[in-house]
């Protein structure tokens, strides 16, 4: 079975990577490759692309549909990696832009085999590298009930995350916890029937057991810090991040380095004392109403961009 993609803030995102035409650049967040394949169509000749993903579907699809292309390169691995992969891919060069489109993709959202969605009967896995061994099935049984409910209320911002964990824990103690839709149900139990949302119940849970198995927010963290060694001057950091914890730490990261401390008056502390090295470039944060009626992923998208002085 296939699933597509459709990527999201695409002009925004690749308009903010000023590309130029013998640059270098990297897609942190390959999926189905609708950003890298319009950075190869903006790239000259001697430009290059290095696209990172850390989903074996991702690999294949790249194989199949981009390994023509001999400016490409492509790296199952994950992002947090990027100063070994550019090393070996590109030496001590630097690069001219980093793109990281957050999350997961439609065809891991769609495939109810993956075990990311709490609409479609599947295993518990929700692992974006299938290869690693730590299913979210794995986790809630291994891990005990006040580690669930600190992942559920940090990662999820669930307020009934110990009524949940307690649930859950017992669920698992009677075996009944095989699939996606056993959680859904074993969270939309915990809602007080009262309690009536837009948002399925199990939309919250769902997020921060993916995000804690699939270690998103340290990998996030990793990664923006190891931008700063490997970015050209002038080159850009786009970021396009679909949480509020990811935006915070994105927001956070652009605002320490571009910012520095309040520089106070009379004293000879400067901006270039505080040795900042990014410059915060303004763009419209969120998706276009257009955007978002043809593409209803871009509804909860955020873009943020930085370029290295
Ligand atoms: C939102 S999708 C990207 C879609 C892509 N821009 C496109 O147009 O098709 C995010 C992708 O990043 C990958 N990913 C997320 N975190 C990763 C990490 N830490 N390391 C490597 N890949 C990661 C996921 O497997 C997923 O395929």
Known sequence: MSFSHNPVMLETSINNLNIIKDGTYVDCTFGRGGHSKNILERIGKNGKLIAID????AEDFAKENFNDDSRFIFEKNNFSNIVNIVEKHNGKNKVNGILLDLGVSSPQLDNPERGFSFMKEGPLDMRMDTSSKMTALLWLKEADLKDISRVLKIYGEEKYSYRIARAIKKSIEKDSLQTTIDLSKVISECYPKSISSKINPATRSFQAIRIYINKELQELEKIL???LQIIEIGGRLVVISFHSLEDRIVKNFINKHSL??????????TNLSQNLNLKKIKVPLKASDNEIDENIRSRSAKIRVAEKI
Not at 54 to 57: H, P, S
């Open 260 to 269: 520095g401390k309040e520089v106070i008056s009379k004293l000879p502390i």
């Open 225 to 227: 810090d190891d931008c």
């Open 54 to 57: 850390k989903d074996n579907e």
